[in-house]
């Protein structure tokens, strides 16, 4: 979503991938679809290549698990992406027939930043810890989710679920918003098939109550440590 609103703000030609729409399993193919996706975004400058779940790209060499597939369009990706920093540095002609690489932003996500190949993470001249949402976050995220639903629930009643929810990521929040939606439809069981829409009653303050006996936070407060630590040594806390 971050890098969509960048691409949105600059007026940048978007490009979302990941590991699998860059791997093929045909001998060559792989390195073919990376120089593609590159010569595309020179093609169409300015332009964001965004690459969600990085770590599965470019993982670290010594992990037993990667085959030669996956190897080659890593290779070729950080041959990419130097040729980049090149040109952005200005030690790289430029060429109107083949774009401007000097143009080309190259961004990601991660929830494994640990994973990531050392050479790759070099790379990132930024390396940005997006922490837990706080507290008018979490508020506004939930204001956001309940506006386009009909509801009961008063300012005090999204006080109290901000409160409780103290820990839930993004997603989290998502995950439960949508589990309390359905409340009103639970109850309603097999009378369901039979009940026009307008007759269904209003999601309540009891819905979500329901809904926090089972949708938990994803991320431990052990978990939460280690990408502190990560950022302490190799990036910078965002807010």
Do not use: C
Request: proline letters at 3%.
């Amino acid at each position: 979503m971050l890098a969509r609103a960048v691409a949105t703000e600059s007026r940048s030609t978007f490009f979302s991938v990941s590991a699998s729409t860059l791997t093929s399993k045909w001998h060559g193919e792989s390195e073919k679809l990376v120089r593609a996706l590159f010569g595309l975004a020179k093609a169409l400058a300015p332009s964001i290549i965004f690459v969600d779940e990085i770590d599965s790209l470019l993982s670290a060499r010594s992990s037993g698990t990667e085959n030669e597939a996956s190897r080659r369009s890593k290779t070729e990706f950080l041959i990419q992406w130097s040729d980049l920093q090149r040109a952005a540095a200005g030690r790289e002609q430029k060429d109107k027939k083949i774009g401007d690489a000097s143009r080309v932003l190259v961004l990601a996500a991660t929830n494994m930043p640990w994973d990531i190949d050392e050479a790759a993470r070099r790379r990132f001249v930024r390396r940005q810890y997006i922490p837990l949402p706080e507290h008018h976050v979490r508020q506004q995220q939930l204001e956001k989710l309940l506006s386009h639903q009909v509801h009961e629930l008063s300012g005090e009643d999204i006080e109290v679920l901000v409160q409780v929810t103290e820990g839930f990521s993004g997603s989290d929040m998502t995950a439960l918003a949508k589990d309390a939606a359905m409340g009103p439809l639970r109850n309603l069981g097999e009378a369901l098939l039979h009940t026009p829409m307008d007759q269904i009653r209003p999601i309540r303050f009891q819905d979500f109550e329901a809904s926090l006996l089972s949708i938990r936070p994803s991320v431990s407060k052990e978990g939460l440590q280690e990408y502190e630590e990560w950022a302490k040594q190799f990036g910078e806390r965002g807010g």
